[in-house]
């Protein structure tokens, strides 16, 4: 029987991170440091997941696809293409910087990569929120000239959230996530993120952080204004369903029939509440885990759960 992979996580400090991916997650973090992200499914030159349990512990994420393209991620993959999503957990216990990242059209200008992502509001404050996209009637003149008055947060679209919405943001969309949340974010496999502004804030050496205000207004989407969050229901939920991948929600009851993923395409799978039976192995909440292509999974729960399954990123 088939198991699925799981990998160790690569954390990484940020001057807006804390230690709730401790206390909400269960996770062993570095003493002394304020992690803001937790790379669990990454293949990076700069960061690499590895297997952290089983046959094959130790061995990258690369190496699985360069051994086994077809058997991993399915017919045809190319073994030299990276995997194509980034799987991240975020504990914004500060607010983020207003960003933005490149869209297809402009990033290869402008050395970057192209970055759409999800976000999934596993746990906030109760004035928790979320900045995306433009206020309606905003124009990149507003902007511009709001920049450089400091009063920016006038021209974008601040709005509350509760625990369990979710949204797409994609390249080109203005974005930052308000101080208060932890987020499943799933996304692109990038590393390309533009400052436009940074609330006249210092980095963790002291220094204010860089900022990249040409490239932003190159980037950002001056037509995208007011998006909403969606809530997903009970049973299934299709979240995003965009170029770069498909991302649908399911909840389980004690009595659910097992849930089955038949082979052909490699998927992901993140357990964002109770836990799921998946090849013998349980699967818990805040764990992200690769199925092979090459296999056919059943999930099954013995209570209340909900997971994430990502596919269609082939």
Request: with cysteine.
């Given at each position: 029987m088939?198991?699925?992979?799981?990998?160790?996580?690569i954390y990484q400090e940020r001057v807006w991170g804390g230690r709730?991916?401790?206390?909400?997650?269960?996770?062993?973090?570095?003493?002394?440091?304020?992690?803001?992200?937790?790379?669990?499914?990454?293949?990076r030159p700069e960061a690499m997941s590895l297997v952290g349990v089983g046959?094959?512990?130790?061995?990258?994420?690369?190496?699985?696809?360069?051994?086994?393209?077809?058997?991993?991620?399915?017919k045809g993959y190319d073994p030299e293409r990276p995997f194509p999503i980034l799987v991240k957990w975020l504990d914004c216990a500060d607010r983020l910087s207003l960003q933005v990242?490149?869209?297809a059209s402009v990033a290869g200008a402008l050395g970057g990569e192209p970055k759409t992502e999800n976000w999934y509001i596993a746990e906030c404050a109760e004035n928790a929120s979320l900045i995306v996209g433009l206020k309606n009637g905003a124009t990149r003149e507003e902007f511009e000239r709001r920049l450089e008055d400091d009063s920016l947060e006038e021209c974008v679209h601040r709005f509350p959230v509760t625990p369990g919405e979710s949204i797409l943001v994609e390249s080109g969309r203005i974005h930052a996530i308000d101080a208060g949340n932890l987020i499943?974010?799933?996304q692109q496999n990038s590393d390309t993120t533009y400052r436009v502004y940074d609330w006249g804030r210092v980095g963790l050496d002291g220094q204010p952080r860089q900022l990249h205000v040409d490239q932003s207004l190159q980037c950002i989407d001056w037509e995208y204004f007011e998006p909403s969050t969606i809530q997903p229901q009970a049973?299934?939920?299709?979240?995003?369903?965009?170029?770069?991948?498909?991302?649908?929600?399911?909840t389980l009851?004690?009595?659910?029939?097992?849930?089955?993923?038949?082979?052909?395409?490699?998927?992901?799978?993140?357990?964002?509440?109770?836990?799921?039976?998946?090849?013998?192995?349980?699967?818990?909440?805040?764990?992200?885990?690769?199925?092979?292509a090459r296999s056919t999974f059943e999930i099954a729960s013995g209570g209340s759960a909900a997971f994430f399954v990502t596919d269609r990123f082939i």
């Open positions: 088939s198991k699925p992979i799981f990998f160790k996580p709730a991916l401790s206390s909400a997650l269960n996770r062993d973090l570095p003493e002394g440091k304020r992690i803001g992200e937790s790379w669990d499914i990454v293949d046959d094959q512990v130790g061995k990258s994420l690369r190496d699985l696809i360069s051994e086994d393209p077809t058997g991993i991620m399915g990242h490149p869209p499943l974010e799933i049973g299934q939920s299709v979240l995003a369903d965009c170029d770069e991948f498909r991302l649908v929600k399911y009851s004690g009595d659910s029939s097992p849930f089955v993923l038949p082979a052909g395409e490699a998927r992901l799978i993140s357990v964002v509440d109770g836990s799921v039976l998946i090849g013998g192995e349980t699967v818990v909440r805040g764990d992200t885990v690769l199925l092979q």
